[in-house]
């Protein structure tokens, strides 16, 4: 797992406690949505997130686990696990075409504008009984990313749903700003280092249901987490991290960054070729 800077179990505090960075919502603008509808761009900015959007048919939501079931059980055998599959788009040209896909990208850009960078691929892929919850959460507290204009892609690879600890959301919890955590021991068996308790003073939880196919989209100040799953059924899903193109990125993170949309104007961004090998 160490081996993957976006993954977020990597201990980043020192390094991004010396940044400068701009954590408050940045509510989309877009008056003129080609995918979403004004509505859905009025729900993102009240509640921070979106669900439910169909993006693969069912030949493709085949062909996107077969993939991944080979690449699980390659990085399996190389002695890593179901969670360390990070940063894939920089190692394999289909993670690469899923993150540039360009009916993923187009939603992502009726919610952050004409340029479009896509910089992070994870897949999060809890076995059946595996016993590790994902503790509550923001996603930008463990980016040196700034200002905060970013979102996830949840891409379910399988079903996800309250029996195999879909992803969960509080509404309208990214409004309250970069909030304070805990680190996270060991002994908590948590995927994460990082805990926000008692989150339901931000908000009720939402389960984020999804069919393999389907897409979430949330705001990187949105409080998220998910339990551990205690079921017979795997829950994969491919996390696809995007940014606005005057986001800067400190760590050397902008060197992972590919432009989908639009252009960077600024060169901070390197846009990295498509992998060859897969």
Not at 172 to 184: A, D, F, L, N
Not at 200 to 212: F, I, S
Not at 215 to 235: F, K, P, T, V
Request: charged share 25%.
């Amino acid at each position: 797992m160490a081996d993957s800077k976006d993954f977020k179990a990597v201990p980043l505090e020192e390094e991004l406690s010396q940044l400068e960075r701009d954590l408050k919502f940045y509510p989309s603008t877009t008056a003129d949505p080609q995918l979403l509808t004004v509505a859905q761009i009025e729900d993102f900015n009240r509640d921070g997130f979106l669900r439910g959007i169909r993006i693969f048919d069912d030949q493709e939501v085949i062909a996107n686990r077969e993939y991944f079931d080979r690449l699980l059980e390659q990085v399996i055998a190389a002695g890593g696990n179901s969670y360390s599959i990070s940063t894939a788009h920089m190692k394999y040209g289909t993670v690469y075409d899923l993150l540039t896909h360009p009916r993923i990208v187009a939603h992502v850009k009726d919610l952050l504008g004409d340029n479009v960078i896509a910089w992070g691929s994870h897949f999060f892929c809890k076995m059946p009984h595996d016993g590790k919850a994902v503790s509550w959460h923001q996603d930008a507290s463990y980016w040196p990313l700034s200002p905060s204009k970013a979102v996830t892609v949840w891409l379910a690879i399988d079903d996800a749903d309250p029996e195999n600890a879909n992803m969960r959301f509080i509404a309208g919890s990214h409004h309250y700003g970069h909030m304070t955590y805990r680190p996270s021991g060991s002994h908590e068996d948590n995927v994460l280092n990082q805990t926000i308790d008692n989150p339901e003073q931000y908000g009720a939880p939402v389960d984020d249901t999804l069919k393999a196919g389907e897409i979430s989209i949330h705001s990187d100040l949105l409080l998220h987490g998910s339990e551990a799953n205690q079921s017979d059924r795997r829950r994969c899903g491919l996390t696809l991290r995007y940014c606005a193109a005057d986001v800067r990125a400190g760590m050397d993170w902008n060197a992972k960054g590919v432009i989908v949309a639009g252009s960077d104007p600024s060169g901070h961004w390197l846009n990295p070729p498509r992998p060859k090998n897969d």
